[in-house]
């Protein structure tokens, strides 16, 4: 490259031929940030040291992963589908399953445990047809997948059918090449467990539209959510045979099919008699609302049959997104990066239709529209109030705000804010109430565009109204058990709480409850209401009334006040504890992590304890209530201790392979961990305007907020043995607190971290380089 650089400068070749050479040549050529994402990383189960230790956690190993492709926080994205089933738990597609039976318009929420719903599958055939999934299904080969968040391309191997897939928003092109020609068919298939899908073939117009009923898990389980998800698929060519089918028998000619109810599976089909190498192209409409909107998606999104013009529309959307935060790195460290930053960017889903309609949340099934912003549904808030929400504050302000507003809105037709908004409804899933959290985060950091009187209207009467419906354990009106959080401080042993699943939680709950109390009372002060501000304040310390002074872990206590015997704090089956042990969560006290360490004995006991969680084995990072506890050590004064283990988490609980992620990626929290893990920051306590530091992965991160002014984290000397910050500079001018404020990341800058092999046991260990915490006791040593 040197000689060849040497002899066109000597020349009178065009300088301006010169500039393409070089900036085309390998060696020089810049990948988008598109490139580095692996959409396959956490499609198999977890493989990394905690996740081995927890086997017995069993769907909590898995990451739940599906490659979804279609354009950030999708109404409906496209996988290929190894599993024909909307059941809870169970993903459309596992990297280790063999055959792939269709490929589905999902809306899977992104590594959860809960369930998909209003899907379809389309399936291309050879040869015979074959309706079941187990029969229709074709072995494939990863080395012929090509996988990005923009484009699916993969051989059916059986078959000899190559299919691509590229998408939007709310609609899709999938392109069929048909290798072997002949009699060839296409199936459209309603994914309704139930059996009460809908199909109708209109030839004329060669098309075929239908729906899937919704059901939900919660609220009534197997029970009509009231809407479905509808669709309409067009093909590029006349429709030759067409067919349905009830219950897998075949009705050749007949144009309509409906489910009775029965679990019957429905479905249709389309043929043609094929050249070899023929393609079929199908695009598809989808909606919440009607066939009318699931047209109008399609038309507004993808009026054309361009395969490679969607894809490039879907690559230009993402590395938008992706360029929010600009990675130095290794390839490797920059395919982590990336696709944790796509997978913090799935949900929640875009539920409205371009014209801002949607389904009324919960028992409310009334049209809506959108006025001024776009409607969100499926927040997993047990998780991604911890990151991913802050994550989208810190990168995307304005659409954080649409999210809070529809929040707010579900509030307004439902009747009370949502816990864990799922299907356009209320769930009884997982605990807390943080909403108040995602709401106060929002706030506190300078977003506007969303009603805030409202929000804290609903939210003040989730923390202060008791639900007396009988009903309203299952649900998910209101917090559970807050009577008796109202009447002891604390939620006492003798409160089943909500014993239909023998789920107890009562200590769990007491200390998110806390939590979320604070959360509140941070926008109180906000708005200026300073009854409610005083009496959250004192309720924030509601944690001191399950931590055990003796033992330092918190545990169960009953309503005289004794304690519950045969403790131990290791033990992960405790039923007043959730997804976890006591010992693992006596450190979610983000609101007062200093007033945490002086309850626990001072800040020698408190790292001593921390040591016994890291080195005894007890840490479970693939579970949410586990993730802020390594940045602990930074409130009591050893810093570097976050420093080291960071980097040993980011080094042994992710990694690039389909088994990369240490549990459920739950709606992006585990991978928003990760982005913010890997920059050298992570918000600790969501509703207060603060980062902790960690230790960069990456060599430089620039962070580029709308406000405009970038931000860069740089860490000089950096190495994989390299992980101690030795002295850092903000903005040119010597920094030794352990944190940052939002305000410091968006008026622009640059903070430089020194970095060498052995701590600096001095640099941010005062009291006065901590964290702030609701109180400032934590100085004892």
């Known amino acids: 490259m040197q000689l060849l650089t040497h002899y066109l400068l000597k020349t009178t070749f065009p300088v301006w031929i010169l500039c393409v050479l070089l900036i085309t040549h390998p060696m020089y050529a810049q990948k988008r940030p598109v490139a580095y994402v692996n959409p396959l990383i956490g499609s198999a189960p977890s493989q990394t040291p905690t996740a081995r230790k927890h086997s017995e956690a069993g769907s909590e190993l898995k990451g739940q992963i599906v490659p979804a492709i279609g354009q950030p926080h999708a109404m409906t994205t496209w996988t290929p589908q190894t599993q024909a089933t909307e059941t809870k738990c169970i993903a459309p597609y596992y990297y280790n399953d063999t055959k792939i039976n269709g490929f589905r318009g999902t809306h899977w929420l992104n590594g959860s445990c809960v369930q998909d719903y209003g899907s379809l599958t389309i399936m291309p055939i050879a040869g015979t047809l074959a309706l079941r999934p187990a029969e229709r299904g074709s072995r494939f080969n990863h080395a012929t997948e090509t996988v990005t968040p923009a484009y699916y391309d993969v051989r059916l191997t059986d078959s000899d059918i190559r299919a691509e897939i590229s998408a939007h928003t709310r609609a899709g092109l999938l392109q069929f090449t048909f290798g072997k020609g002949g009699e060839s068919a296409i199936l459209i298939e ?114 054309h049959w361009d395969l490679a013009r969607v894809r490039q529309q879907t690559e230009a959307a993402w590395n938008a997104e992706l360029s929010r935060m600009q990675a130095r790195g290794s390839d490797t460290d920059k395919t982590l990066f990336y696709t944790a930053l796509y997978h913090a960017n799935l949900t929640p ?166 939590y979320d109390d604070f959360c509140l009372s941070q926008l109180a002060k906000a708005l200026g209401h300073a009854d409610d501000q005083q009496a959250l ?68 006991r408190f790292v001593a304890k ?25 409130y009591a004064g050893a810093p570097w201790q976050t420093q080291a283990r960071v980097r040993q988490i980011v080094r042994e609980e992710y990694s690039t392979g389909p088994g990369g992620l240490s549990g459920n990626e739950d709606g992006g929290q585990m991978s928003a961990w990760l982005a913010f893990s890997m920059a050298g920051i992570y918000p600790v306590c969501p509703g207060t305007p603060y980062y902790v530091l960690g ?37 040119g001018k010597p920094f030794t607190r352990t944190y940052l404020s939002h305000d410091e990341i968006l008026n622009g800058g640059e903070l430089v971290l020194q970095m060498g092999p052995q701590p600096n046991k001095n640099w941010g260990s005062r009291p006065a380089d901590a964290p702030p915490s609701l109180s400032q006791a934590g100085t004892r040593p």
């Open 695 to 731: 230790s960069p992965s990456l060599d430089a991160v620039t962070i580029n907020p709308p406000s405009g002014k970038p931000f860069r984290i740089l860490a000089r000397n950096n190495s994989e043995q390299n992980v101690y910050i030795q002295s850092a500079t903000l903005n």
């Open 610 to 634: 921390l040591d016994t969680l890291f080195e005894g084995g007890y840490y479970w990072h693939g579970n949410e209530p586990n993730n802020q506890i390594v940045y602990l050590y930074a």
């Open 349 to 514: 889903r875009i539920f409205s239709d371009v014209d801002g309609r949607y389904p009324g949340f919960a028992e409310d099934t009334t049209i809506r529209r959108a006025e001024g912003f776009t409607y969100y549904c499926d927040f997993s808030l047990w998780d991604t109030f911890r990151a991913c929400q802050p994550l989208q504050n810190l990168l995307n302000p304005q659409r954080s705000g649409e999210m809070m507003q529809s929040l707010v809105k579900k509030a307004e037709q439902g009747g009370w804010m949502p816990i864990f908004p799922c299907w356009n409804s209320y769930t009884a899933a997982m605990i807390g109430d943080h909403a108040q959290s995602a709401v106060a985060d929002a706030y506190v950091k300078g977003i506007r565009n969303f009603d805030v009187k409202t929000a804290y209207r609903y939210l003040r009467q989730n923390a202060f109204d008791v639900n007396k419906d009988p009903k309203s354990y299952e649900s998910g009106k209101g917090r559970r058990a807050l009577a008796s959080y109202l009447q002891y401080n604390y939620i006492p042993l003798e409160d089943s709480v909500w014993q239909a699943f023998h789920k107890r939680e009562q200590v769990s709950r007491t200390l998110e409850y806390a």
């Open 190 to 303: 309603p994914n309704s467990d139930e059996g009460e899908g809908y199909v109708e073939i209109h030839p004329e117009r060669n098309e075929i539209v239908g729906y899937n009923p919704v059901h939900r898990i919660y609220q009534g389980a197997g029970q009509s959510a009231g809407f479905s998800g509808y669709f309409v698929v067009q093909f590029d060519r006349p429709l030759v045979k067409v067919g349905t089918w009830t219950n897998y028998e075949a009705r050749e000619g007949q144009r309509q099919a409906k489910g009775g109810g029965r679990r019957e599976a429905v479905g249709a089909y389309v043929g043609w008699n094929l050249r070899p190498g023929e393609v079929v192209r199908v695009r598809v409409g989808t909606s919440f609302v009607d066939e009318a909107g699931a047209r109008k998606n399609l038309e507004s999104e993808i009026n």
């Open 537 to 604: 304040t004192k309720r924030a310390m509601n944690y001191r009334n399950v931590l055990d002074p003796k033992t330092g872990y918190v545990r169960g206590r009953y309503a005289n006040g004794n304690w519950v015997d045969r403790f131990n704090p290791f033990a992960l089956r405790a039923s007043f504890i959730t997804e976890g042990s006591p010992a693992q969560y006596t450190y979610f006290v983000p609101q007062d992590v200093a007033g945490l360490i002086e309850g626990i004995g001072g800040r020698q």
